[in-house]
Structures are given as structure tokens and as C-alpha cells.
């Protein structure tokens, strides 16, 4: 029987793999938000405060505001600065 290289330990195996799932969830983390397109102004109906999003208002509970979809997050937020209903 030929043996090649020694077998990885199960410990070391799981580590790796937690590596791996840690560095996969960090890059989501942060390239999250920058891979969004869209961004939109919304007024919650229940509390009266405005939130910029990324997904689209469901306009029940989120109500959109503005002129639709904005291009950037500082777009949105500049926008929620004049907005009437965001005082």
C-alpha cells in the first residue's frame, strides 16, 4: 500500500472550512450594499419616520417617496433631507 501524505485531521478540516465561511460572510457583508443598483426613499405609515432602501417600499407598511429608484445611497439621502414628510 502506498500512502502519499499524511491525512488531515478533522480538526484541521473544520477549522478550514470555518475560515472559509467566515471570509464568505464578510465579503457579502461589506460588498452587500455597494452591489445594490437602486435605492429608495420610504416613509413607514405606522412610526412617520423615512428610511432610505434598497429594496422596493411594499406600500403598506413602507410607502415610497420621491421620484422612484436613485442611483447612489448619498442620492437617497439627499433627497430624504427635502422631503416634506421627513422633518
Known amino acids: 500500500m502506498v ?8 480538526n484541521r478540516v473544520m477549522s478550514n472550512l470555518w475560515k472559509r465561511a467566515a471570509l464568505v460572510g464578510l465579503t ?5 450594499p455597494a ?5 429608495y426613499l420610504a416613509l413607514n405609515t ?3 419616520d423615512c428610511h432610505v432602501m434598497v429594496t422596493d ?4 407598511t413602507m410607502k415610497r417617496l420621491g421620484v422612484g429608484a436613485y442611483q447612489s445611497y448619498d442620492e437617497a439621502a439627499d433627497a ?7 422633518d
Open 46 to 48: 405606522n412610526t412617520g
Open 80 to 86: 430624504m433631507s427635502r422631503a416634506p414628510e421627513c
Open 57 to 60: 417600499p411594499d406600500g403598506q
Open 35 to 39: 452591489l445594490a443598483t437602486s435605492f
Open 3 to 10: 500512502v502519499i501524505g499524511k491525512p488531515a485531521s478533522r
Open 28 to 32: 457579502m457583508l461589506f460588498a452587500g
